[in-house]
């Protein structure tokens, strides 16, 4: 990215590379290695002289201007996240400009220092999506390449696991690593010539007087955490799109406020988001223990039998294993800590032999949308359209997003493209969306997940009727308990739960797995945790739900700590952020609003 700094003399462009890694797209390869002189050949001042300018490169042509107290530019479509959704979204429109011989400008921005950073899932991959987008994807080397040989799935007890009927059908998918398959589509989508520019975070919607949606702006660089300006100190830029997509994954800042803004929930008839905490690890492990392509799911312990959840065990290769658990977020216990629970499941005497010996490479955790058909909001807005996880397309009983995810991302841009060459309405989205596979995968499953609202066994005896006799045909639809944060009971019903010590062997403290998890943030900034009453943590949640805060987030980030008094006060620990967004959903009273932290902050995933 470059940004124009006026003087009294003469504009200069000079590159922000701060903070970030930016990917090089078909043309600004050529200007970052080029000198500052060199780059000026690229850009065009027009004869008005009215402070817009004009790049040149191989893919048509973009306006900057400086007319505003920050810098513009200017694309056809902007995308907001480089994940699957965001990703393939890019890659389908670069296509169809090749396919229709025209031309459009796509920019991609992400969060993240690099593309993948910030992507982590279990992740058996259904291809459904990429062969539609990337027929040819076995011949270009995507990181896909350990076919699942297995399934399995176990209901466990205290010290016991009983092996039941698979429900699953993962013949023909993959044991994957997303941030690897994210980084591959990467580089795909800069190959057709959609720009990249990673390390940016996107923090404000831009709207014209219309009410509709011109783009985004990224977050300022360089504030320090009393507000003032350092040293390093750097505008946000404004990126603004004839259209922009939404990708931001599950939870989107952005997304949530579009989506409250323009009632996009009650106008797609949806019902409350559900949502589920995913805590995962990549194992090495020894060569004897190591199954390419085993799967295995399980229900049941730790967990009681009113929250839902469960965990996962895939091996991947190079005698890589990944395993994790996920807890829906509408249990009641406050005492509950889902960290704690995973590190109690890995000491189970059916896991506990296949991790000893092994190391840990990687940790990390996500939010992940349960509510499934039931809760799609209306995904277009004045402007442009929501992708991807951030709408959320999660199959439950599959345990699969990202095919649903990528095709969301395909079927938006094909609306985009003909919106910005044929006139149509970007409403077609919606109407492609009810009309594709993922419609119909979605309302197939959709009394999974609220069938476990009664608990575990009459959620079982429920799914299994769904499946092995309705498949997906029931009469009627079933609606989701409370939402997340009003399923929270008051701690005085319930018993503090007593974890046992982490071992060092397979179960380990909070700050051990944070360092593997790469999560970085420059410490001297405005925290991107806001609280909207600062009392509240005191006040209420301590007192009503014993501070569940420092039991939700699986990073520690909120710490109660005595003052000079010995009263208990609400610390938050940003940097320690892995960008989960547990505490927006789970916090009681819904007073923790999660904005970006300044661009490239975050965990660092690699195998994840």
């Given at each position: 990215m470059y940004k124009f700094i006026s003087s009294s003399s003469k504009s200069k462009l000079i590159p922000l590379l701060s903070n970030s890694i930016l990917y090089k797209?078909?043309?600004?390869?050529?200007?970052?290695?080029?000198?500052?002189?060199?780059?000026?050949?690229?850009?065009?001042?027009p004869k008005n002289g009215n402070g817009r300018w004009v790049l040149w490169g191989q893919s048509g042509f973009r306006s900057y201007s400086s007319e505003s107290d920050r810098e513009t530019m200017n694309y056809d479509v902007v995308i907001v996240g480089a994940g699957p959704a965001g990703l393939s979204a890019a890659i389908k429109l670069k296509q169809l400009c090749q396919q229709k011989e025209v031309d459009l400008s796509v920019c991609v921005v992400e969060k993240g220092a690099e593309v993948g950073a910030h992507n982590l899932s279990g992740n058996?991959?259904?291809?459904?999506?990429?062969?539609?987008?990337?027929?040819h994807w076995k011949e270009e080397e995507a990181p896909i390449d350990v076919p699942v040989t297995s399934d399995n799935f176990w209901l466990l007890m205290e010290n016991r696991a009983f092996s039941l009927p698979s429900p699953f059908d993962n013949k023909g998918n993959y044991v994957i690593s997303l941030s690897q398959l994210v980084r591959w589509l990467g580089q795909k989508a800069e190959?057709?010539?959609?720009?990249?520019?990673?390390?940016?975070?996107?923090?404000?919607?831009?709207?014209?007087?219309?009410?509709?949606?011109?783009?985004?702006?990224?977050?300022?660089?360089?504030?320090?955490?009393?507000?003032?300006?350092?040293?390093?100190?750097?505008?946000?830029?404004?990126?603004?799109?004839?259209?922009?997509?939404?990708?931001?994954?599950?939870?989107?800042?952005l997304s949530e406020k579009l989506i409250k803004k323009y009632n996009l929930r009650e106008k797609g008839q949806g019902q409350h988001q559900t949502y589920a905490l995913g805590i995962k690890e990549v194992w090495e492990i020894d060569a004897d223990k190591h199954q390419p392509g085993y799967v295995l799911h399980t229900l049941g312990w730790p967990l009681d039998q009113k929250t839902y959840g469960g965990s996962f065990l895939y091996h991947m290769k190079d005698r890589q294993i990944a395993v994790g658990l996920v807890v829906a977020l509408d249990y009641e216990n406050p005492f509950l800590n889902p960290y704690e629970e995973y590190q109690r499941f890995k000491r189970h005497p059916a896991i506990r032999p296949l991790l000893e010996g092994g190391t840990v490479l990687q940790y990390g955790a996500r939010s992940l949308n349960e509510g499934g058909f039931q809760s799609i909001p209306y995904p277009v807005f004045p402007g442009g359209a929501i992708i991807g996880c951030s709408a959320g397309f999660l199959n439950v009983p599959k345990i699969k997003g990202t095919h649903t995810a990528m095709k969301s991302g395909m079927l938006a841009a094909e609306s985009a493209f003909s919106m910005l060459q044929e006139g149509l309405k970007m409403e077609n989205?919606?109407?492609?969306?009810?009309?594709?596979?993922?419609?119909?995968?979605?309302?197939?499953?959709?009394?999974?997940?609220?069938?476990?609202?009664?608990?575990?066994?009459?959620?079982?005896?429920?799914?299994?009727?769904?499946?092995?006799?309705?498949k997906g045909r029931s009469p009627v639809t079933l609606n989701h308990g409370k939402p997340d944060h009003e399923a929270t009971r008051e701690a005085q019903l319930f018993s503090p739960i007593e974890y046992p010590k982490p071992d060092g062997v397979v179960s380990f403290d909070v700050p051990t797995s944070l360092y593997r998890s790469n999560t970085n943030h420059d410490h001297d900034q405005p925290s991107h945790l806001h609280l909207k009453?600062?009392?509240?943590?005191?006040?209420?949640?301590?007192p009503k739900y014993a501070g569940p805060e420092a039991r939700y987030c699986p990073a520690r980030v909120y710490e109660y700590i005595p003052d000079e008094t010995g009263d208990l006060k609400l610390q938050i620990n940003a940097q320690n952020c892995l960008h989960c967004k547990a505490c927006s959903i789970k916090d009681p009273k819904q007073n923790i609003e999660w904005t970006v932290p300044e661009g490239g902050g975050g965990p660092g995933y690699t195998i994840m």
């Open positions: 797209s078909a043309y600004s390869s050529n200007l970052v290695s080029n000198s500052r002189n060199e780059i000026s050949k690229f850009f065009h001042k058996v991959f259904e291809p459904r999506a990429l062969d539609e987008l990337v027929p190959e057709l010539g959609v720009e990249i520019y990673s390390g940016f975070a996107a923090s404000e919607i831009l709207c014209n007087e219309h009410n509709e949606v011109t783009g985004i702006a990224t977050n300022d660089m360089g504030v320090a955490k009393d507000g003032s300006r350092k040293e390093n100190y750097q505008r946000g830029v404004a990126l603004k799109g004839r259209v922009t997509l939404l990708a931001e994954g599950c939870r989107g800042s989205y919606w109407d492609n969306l009810r009309s594709s596979w993922i419609w119909e995968e979605l309302y197939t499953a959709r009394n999974y997940r609220p069938a476990f609202e009664y608990g575990l066994y009459p959620g079982l005896a429920l799914s299994a009727v769904e499946h092995y006799i309705l009453d600062p009392t509240v943590p005191e006040n209420v949640n301590l």
